[in-house]
């Protein structure tokens, strides 16, 4: 399956090239896709799947967007 | 330390003893001031007007991030009492010259525009001169060169001197540049209305704020700046980023309020993102982290250049770049920072002014997107142009003269950059606000959508009430010492953050201060200001968003307003 992968803020390092179709097996966690491109768990903050908070272990979906970002804050 | 008090009209001036005001500061010094001092329902353009400029009860002193000014008086934009909050050097010179509140009263019968200029040796009120009718910028400049290099100001710009509804007072921060903002609610305007065009001080000669127990008031500050440098918002994403850090995740939400709060994403969101500015400054060598006042260890403002590498704007705010980016759908950077800095040279609220552009836009009399129309009509804000001045009167003013019923406002105030219908908790705080649709005054935002202090679906009105009312309570008391509110990221995941804050009140002043006063602290704030716009005429009526909200779904949750009248009065404190 693909998924719309973002990593924002300090995150942007980890970002893999074919971010906008990154291509993951079925039954892939949000957790799998952290280690798959080496971000440290607790650099992670606030997941958002199709815009909606989920946590570490949420489930991904063929076509899911997925949004990392550390902790942010302003306004 | 005294109260200054001026008269507008006479001139005069006099040092008063703080008698029932001692011990007080900021937001909770200004709010009782005006309660006291200024008739409900005054014309707030007229002479029964006060304008008071307070710093906290921490400003002056060592504190980190506690050199914030409260300016309040009687709001012209929503008829209610307002506390505006600004950054720059004013608050902490006012406090080193002993000056606990600076109350400007009464005003002139002609048109004759003064300067006051206040240093130890006292006060002058002189001639304005070839200041009158010339841009935040440029005074500074004349500023500078009749009162010293290090002379600070509040400044009204051409917009508060033609009493524009929206008009800011402007304040100069440490590199004596305009960039600050008292912006909300117009009391450029007010300040206009006494026509003065500056106050300048000079602290020469001023030694810091002495507090009681010093070697208390040491150790509690060292624990304080290790709770700010600890945590990683107060320490990386703010001062790495900016505010516009939020762009991307607020629209990640689908919160991002876009084409006047008509969809909750904006598909140019990544060229207006914080992180897209940041590149921007180092590419061209300016700075990205960059302090509002002395003592900030947060750094959250930057100071934008242009392509050539020259100084274009600082305090270039998340709330500024949605309103002249999303909101409009222009998606040029260079274009939105530009905006921000003809906003600060005229003296003009940037929120107000990108609600504005929007109704504007929604009315037909702009085409979306078009920044170049928007520059040319903020630039002309003090002509005789019918749709400018609308503009500068304000996001109600224009949906008012162009028959828009989209306009998004509480009590006259443009919402800022969050729908509420997708982070439910900061539209309690707009509705319910004394201040009119202000996202400063309870930062719900925090828990639904940035897991601080709490965690909640922003998309559901559990807990919504309860977390609004209590932040609206912890930002009256921040406001009331003087400490910048993005301290609260950091103080609200601490657990003994608010303790941290008590104990150097208690230092500070020499008596106990505990979290239990630092809540009777903002309650009584909130209750003055309740009891000023009951006095005004204001009811539960009037603490309702726009009833577009309640009508429109939004994309991409489909959610709606859906709280009662009833309901959202619990997030009041009377």
């Known amino acids: 399956m693909n998924i719309e992968l973002k990593c924002f803020a300090t995150l942007g390092r980890f970002a893999p090239e074919n971010a906008d179709a990154y291509e993951l097996p079925d039954e892939t966690t949000v957790a799998d896709v952290l280690t798959a491109l080496g971000i440290p768990e607790e650099e992670v903050k606030i997941i958002f799947i199709n815009g909606v908070k989920k946590e570490l272990h949420a489930p991904l979906a063929d076509g899911d967007r997925l949004g990392l970002f550390p902790a942010v804050g302003g306004g | 330390m005294k109260i200054l008090r001026i008269n507008t009209r006479t001139k005069e001036y006099s040092f008063q003893e703080p008698g029932e005001y001692a011990g007080m500061g900021g937001r909770a010094l200004t709010s009782r001031l005006i309660k006291n001092e200024v008739p409900a329902t005054c014309d707030p353009l007229s002479g029964e007007n006060k304008i008071v400029a307070a710093g906290g009860v921490l400003t002056g002193t060592a504190a980190a991030n506690s050199g914030r000014l409260s300016v309040g008086g009687k709001s012209p934009l929503t008829g209610t009492i307002k506390e505006s909050n600004t950054g720059g050097s004013f608050a902490q010179k006012l406090a080193k010259l002993g000056i606990l509140a600076l109350v400007l009263e009464d005003q002139p019968e002609d048109d004759s525009w003064v300067n006051i200029h206040i240093t130890k040796d006292g006060v002058t009120i002189e001639d ?21 290099e290090k002379a600070c100001g509040m400044i009204v710009g051409p917009a508060g001197e033609k009493l524009r509804r929206a008009a800011s007072i402007q304040f100069s921060d440490p590199e004596g540049r305009p960039a ?3 912006g909300r609610g117009g009391l450029g305007a007010v300040m206009g209305s006494k026509r003065i065009k500056a106050v300048v001080l000079d602290d020469k000669g001023c030694g810091m704020v002495q ?9 509690a500050n060292k624990r304080w700046v290790e709770i700010l440098k600890g945590h990683p918002v107060t320490s990386e994403g703010l001062p790495g980023f900016g505010t516009a850090i939020l762009v991307n995740i607020i629209n990640e939400a689908g919160a991002l309020p876009t084409k006047n709060f008509r969809h909750g994403r904006f598909e140019h969101a990544a060229d207006i993102s914080g992180e897209t500015i ?12 960059h302090g509002c006042h002395p003592g900030c260890v947060i750094q959250c403002s930057q100071e934008y250049v242009d392509a050539a590498g020259k100084y274009l704007t600082s305090g270039f705010e998340y709330e500024t770049v949605w309103g002249f980016g999303a909101n409009t759908l222009i998606k040029d950077i260079d274009t939105i920072a530009t905006l921000d800095r003809i906003c600060d040279d005229m003296g003009l609220d940037t929120i107000d002014m990108g609600g504005a552009l929007g109704v504007a836009m929604e009315g037909g009399a702009i085409q979306w997107g078009d920044g170049d129309t928007c520059m040319d009509l903020l630039r002309k804000a003090a002509s005789d142009d019918e749709l400018a001045a609308a503009i500068a009167d304000g996001t109600a003013a224009v949906g008012k003269k162009l028959g828009v019923t989209r306009v998004p406002v509480v009590k006259g105030q443009s919402l800022p950059a969050y729908d509420p219908r997708a982070v439910k908790g900061v539209g309690v705080t707009y509705a319910t606000t004394t201040m009119g649709a202000d996202h400063t005054a309870g930062y719900a935002v925090c828990q639904n959508i940035l897991k601080v202090g709490g965690d ?10 309860e977390i609004s009312k209590n932040l609206q309570v912890a930002t009256a008391a921040l406001d009331a010492a003087g400490l910048c509110i993005f301290v609260a990221f950091a103080v609200l995941d601490a657990e003994d953050g608010v303790s941290t804050i008590a104990d150097m009140v208690a230092a500070h002043i020499g008596q106990p201060f505990t979290v239990d006063d630092v809540v009777k602290l903002g309650t009584s704030v909130l209750e003055d200001e309740i009891d000023f716009n009951t006095a005004a005429g204001f009811t539960k009526e009037d603490d309702q968003l726009p009833s577009f909200f309640s009508e429109e779904t939004l994309d991409p949750h489909g959610v709606t307003w859906d709280f009662s009248v009833e309901e959202l009065q619990a997030a009041k404190v009377k």
Not at chain 2, 128 to 148: F, H, I, N, Q
């Open chain 2, 211 to 219: 507090s009681a127990d010093k070697d208390a008031f040491r150790a």
């Open chain 2, 456 to 465: 909640v679906n922003p998309l559901d009105k559990m807990g919504q009430v």
């Open chain 2, 128 to 148: 304005a001169g070839d200041m009158v009718g010339l841009g935040t910028y440029d005074s500074m400049d004349k500023v500078r060169a009749r009162y010293g």
């Open chain 2, 180 to 182: 600050r903002a008292a």
């Open chain 2, 278 to 289: 940041a590149e921007t400054i180092k590419q061209r060598g300016g700075k990205t982290k």
